[in-house]
């Protein structure tokens, strides 16, 4: 297996190899010139102390066996110059992100038990490559979304997943805190909210009978203010969603004046799917919103808030009498429209108190808040509308970017979702394509940036959830962070050998998918079929048999591409260079389309 030296991910936009070493060792001090990075260099000793056993001191000035972090005010704001050399190692920037951003890079260069959280035992020689990095993304916004609500994930399992995207240097999560099946925010004023509304009986899921097994959870404000604050230790700002005006089935049930129908029965729900109880738009239910918009604006710092506002049936609204005279007295077209008076009302509360609100690209149905920043997950055609309407985007397409889907088609649970999005897919994804070149030009600056989602029906608990993101969350940091130019999905899984061995320091439970034989399809609606076989593993050989039996390294490569019959069996296998397996068998017999 060669592992290069510098892999890092998401891939510097500049790299020039040098000869030689720098080695961190007991004797190498951090050397702050600004003040403005002395809480990083405090952070990055802290972090290097506990695999290395060093307590690296941080001093004014030095030269030699030193780590320098230097203001650059020309750089660009996240990004950074890092200049190694056997010496000594500069890293300049402009802003304590980008300062921030050279040491993960510096990190990176090291060997991957540098992100051990116990000390490393074995005789680890602590070095960096010599190399001139000069970097800064492509976007600025690089996120990822996180369902803490369908299952509850302890602050640790949150904490870990702002570590990693702050070695792959993403700057925004997005908490889903509130749905039909959980309330996960402890909120002073309405305690009902967390005492009922975070907790249900048992999980049905997809399924009719459930577990039996009463599941739940909450975020205590203090809880909030922790996570908060680690994130922005680590330059992630941590965005809270809070749903309106459906998926509201947990605050209902502990709230039931918040529904149009306040009598009848209400539970939290242990099924997923969409729920037709949602937030009734009365005086009440805007106060109450209010209320807890307050008690949130105090706890997250964001410059963004998400006001959710996807899948929400108009039914209750339709059979309310009260519902219908609203909408008449406010001019709206329709009953339906009572979705944009939400929007509007909470996007001028919110940016009456300095934030910028985001909605699901359902907010885009009827009328649009302009000054919302619609996040287009179903497809690209949400965006399109949005950037005709010059409103701002943040994209999150589901076939490329739901990371709760498979990542191979080899499934390894039941439960889950039955598209995948292999590795390869994610990290080719290209928006262009879907947008096209000329609105790319003339309005590509209206997208903020991209996100992947992890929704959690199919996750739950914080290992699953490790399975589900990793390894693909390199994909969508690097292509956040990584001019086009730069990015090859080919080099990128010659990077990815080291980067397996850095989640493995960080005791991360990836998908292994990665060694897998993927099935790739031509779309011919008949038989006989063009089908290739891939693999990511970029050194392997994939050998193959259709006559049943299991492959081995004597059976035939497989060629670039392999017609096949309605009925054929094709069975292959990946092989390292000297002839040893690697991933999963892949039977495929193909059938009926399922495409
Ligand atoms: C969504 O997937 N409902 C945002």
Known sequence: ??????????????????????????????????????????????????????????????????????????????????????????????????????????????????????RVCDPVQWTAQCCVIEDAPRMGYRGMELDVCRYFYPKETVKKFIDMMAMHKQNYLQLHLTEDQAWRIEIKKYPRLTEIGAWRPETKGFNETGDGIRHGGYYTQDDIREIVDYAAHRFV???????????????????????????????????????????????????????????????????YYHIGG????????????????????????????????????FDKYLREKGKTVIGWDEILDGSAVKSTVVMSYRGHNPAIKAMNNDMKVILCPNRFTYYDYHQSEIRDTKKNHHLFITLRKAYNYNPTLFIGDSLMKVKGDHILGYQACLWGESIPDSRRLEHQTFPREACIAEFCWTDNEQRNFKDFCVRMLKEFKRLDACDIRYSDAFWDVIVNMSLETDYPREVELELDYPYARIHYTTDGSI???????????????KGDVIKAQGFTPDGRPVGKLMTRKFENFEE
């Open 310 to 345: 996807d899948e929400c049936p108009r039914t209750a609204w339709r059979n309310s009498d009260y519902c219908k005279k609203l909408a008449s007295e406010l001019g709206l077209e329709s009953v339906d429209d009572l979705q944009y008076y939400f929007v509007k009302h």
């Open 551 to 565: 492959p081995t390294a004597a059976s035939p490569i497989a060629p670039a591409s392999i017609m096949v019959n």
């Open 237 to 303: 700002t941590v965005i809270p969603e809070i749903e309106l005006p459906g998926h509201s089935s947990a605050a209902i049930a502990a709230y039931p004046f918040l529904s149009c129908t306040p009598d009848e029965p209400k539970e939290v729900n242990t099924q997923w799917g969409i729920k037709e109880d949602v937030f009734c738009p009365s005086p009440e239910t805007f106060k109450f919103l209010e209320d807890v918009f307050d008690e949130v604006l105090e706890l997250f710092p964001s410059p």
């Open 1 to 118: 297996m060669v592992i290069m030296a510098i892999s890092i991910i998401p891939k510097p936009n500049s790299v020039i190899e040098k000869d030689g070493h720098f080695t961190l060792d007991n004797k190498t001090t951090v050397v702050v010139e600004s003040k403005l990075f002395q809480t990083v260099a405090e952070d990055f000793v802290n972090d290097i102390a506990v695999p290395t056993g060093f307590s690296t001191p941080i001093r004014e000035a030095g030269k030699k066996n030193v780590i320098i972090l230097r203001e650059d005010a020309s750089l660009a704001v996240e990004g950074y110059r890092l200049e190694v050399t056997p010496k000594n190692v500069i890293a300049s920037a402009s802003s304590p992100a980008g300062a921030f951003y050279a040491l993960q890079t510096l990190r990176q260069l090291m060997p991957a038990k540098i992100y051990a959280d116990v």
